[in-house]
């Protein structure tokens, strides 16, 4: 069945994640002049739409020190990059930086968030309810990110009732873009399904957030388009996962994702041997960030 809110007409939209998610919890911290020569080889291997950085705070995530410098270096190079928030401040942060494609992040597993943001899911629903209504005369728009959709280590299986209350109370005022993390990396391919499905049911659009702890991204992903999804996240080599949750295996791979779409018969836009490029520059990225931190 497909989604009755989402829009199979368009074609698939591959996010890419690496300079955020792929390097948030990397030990090395990659120089921002690195992270550009990642961009633009990303951009040559048919790359549209970036997840560039985060407006966090960076003695929490030192990777993303340079958010402002890389928003405006994507902006440079004729890009919309959107950034990732955690709270107000962030949100205030990327404003000023004139930011105009927000998502702001939130966990469905009151634990998880209580780890990663240091209050409970509530209070940063309560945040984003804020940032939503500040959105228009900020001049961006502010998608929502939920972590933790499907399983929590420490809370287990998550409700989806959980979810689909959020959810609710997010479209009620005004975000129509959903991203559903499977953050762990232990969901299946039914369970994708019907939630997506469900979420979509409310008025969103829906984006998947995979990661490959059990091996399912790639089925995920394409258990998550038959029902209409067509926005992924994806980051070179399956590099990634959350500095605040040990154990969670890297994230949807952009060579996966590559090449369990294209088996598909579904075109992606990207090349493979310029991605094997992209993917070169990673590694002398943080090889150069190793040789530094040890110098």
């Not at 948030?24 to 951009?43: S, Y």
């Not at 790359?47 to 966090?56: A, G, I, N, R, Y």
């Not at 287990?156 to 009620?172: K, N, Q, S, W, Y």
């Not at 996962?241 to 994230?251: A, D, H, I």
Request: net charge negative.
């Amino acid at each position: 069945m497909k989604l009755h809110h989402q829009h199979p007409q368009h074609d698939l939209l591959i996010r890419d994640v690496t300079l955020r998610d792929g390097l948030q919890n990397l030990p090395e911290v990659l120089t921002t002049a690195a992270k550009l020569d990642i961009l633009d080889a990303l951009v040559d291997a048919g790359v549209k739409d970036f997840q560039l950085t985060s407006f966090v705070n960076p003695a929490r995530v030192p990777q993303m020190k340079d958010a402002e410098a890389m928003y405006v270096a994507g902006v440079d190079r004729g890009l919309v990059p959107n950034v990732l928030v955690a709270n107000i401040r962030g949100f205030e942060r990327a404003v000023e930086a004139g930011v105009t494609s927000v998502d702001a992040v939130l966990s469905a597993s009151n634990t998880y968030n209580k780890k990663n943001a240091n209050r409970t899911t509530l209070e940063s629903a309560n945040e984003i309810i804020l940032m939503l209504s500040r959105a228009a005369h900020a001049g961006c728009t502010v998608g929502v990110s939920m972590a933790n959709c499907f399983h929590c280590f420490s809370e287990g299986e998550i409700d989806p009732e959980v979810v689909l209350a959020l959810a609710r109370g997010f479209h009620d005022a005004g975000a129509r873009m959903l991203w559903l993390s499977d953050t762990t990396g232990h969901a299946k391919p039914d369970a994708v399904a019907r939630l997506s499905e469900k979420c979509a049911h409310i008025g969103m659009e829906i984006g998947l957030h995979l990661h490959d702890t059990q091996g399912r991204a790639g089925d995920n992903a394409l258990a998550g388009y038959k029902t209409g999804v067509r926005r992924f996240d994806a980051v070179l080599s399956g590099l990634g996962g959350s500095p605040f949750t040990p154990g969670v295996g890297g994230n949807l791979s952009l060579e996966t994702a590559q090449a369990v779409f294209t088996e598909a018969g579904i075109a992606t836009g990207l090349d493979p041997l310029k991605l094997d490029a992209a993917r070169a520059k990673l590694s002398a990225g943080i090889a150069a960030a190793e040789k530094n931190g040890a110098a």
